[in-house]
């Protein structure tokens, strides 16, 4: 077993910020089952004896990267109250990301995206618009109200392809796709 395995299966339970079966760890990085369940074991051992925020764990649904208990009280500090964990991660997509089709917000987020956007529209955060190249469905973007409240000038850049920018607006009601 490589000894930068364990490092792989770490930013791969990072990056998916979701719980993991052994078999998608295994697929995702490139390995073995019993493989990537030593690496994973190593892993989960490490972070045990670290002064770490951060503890790999297993729950129901599978692995996952996230932060101890204990600093709870420190998350809800940061995190808007109104915001869940799952709609703060649906925002930090579109941030990141947007403006893009809320199709592809719900392939990257899951189903559980169209109840996030319908949140993050309500609290103003975000805004959605008819897209012109599909009729169906709506682009997604932040909003100023979402720049002010995080204490953002701006967003890097990122290229966007066929993302069309005249797009009528829309107000934040009616139904999802």
Not at 74 to 96: D, F, K, N, S, Y
Not at 146 to 157: A, D, I, K, R, T
């Amino acid at each position: 077993m490589s000894d930068r395995l364990a490092p792989k299966i770490e930013a791969i339970l990072y990056l998916k910020g979701q719980p993991l079966s052994l078999s998608q760890i295994a697929e995702y990085a490139g390995c073995d089952r019993p493989d990537a369940e030593e690496a994973l074991l190593d892993l989960i051992d490490d972070y045990a004896h670290r002064d770490s925020a951060l503890e790999v764990v297993e729950t129901e649904s599978g692995y996952s990267l996230q932060l101890r208990e204990v600093f709870q009280d420190v998350m809800q500090a940061l995190i808007p109250a109104e915001l869940g964990v799952g709609a703060l991660r649906t925002l930090a997509a579109i941030a990141i990301k947007g403006p893009l089709l809320q199709t592809d917000l719900v392939e990257l987020r899951g189903s559980g995206a169209y109840q996030h956007v319908q949140e993050l529209v309500q609290l103003g955060l975000i805004r959605r618009r008819r897209s012109e190249g599909n009729g169906r469905s709506y682009r997604v973007q932040v909003t100023e109200k979402f720049h002010q409240y995080f204490h953002l000038e701006n967003l890097p850049v990122l290229e966007q392809v066929g993302v069309p920018d005249n797009t009528p607006e829309e107000d934040g009601a009616g139904g999802e796709d």
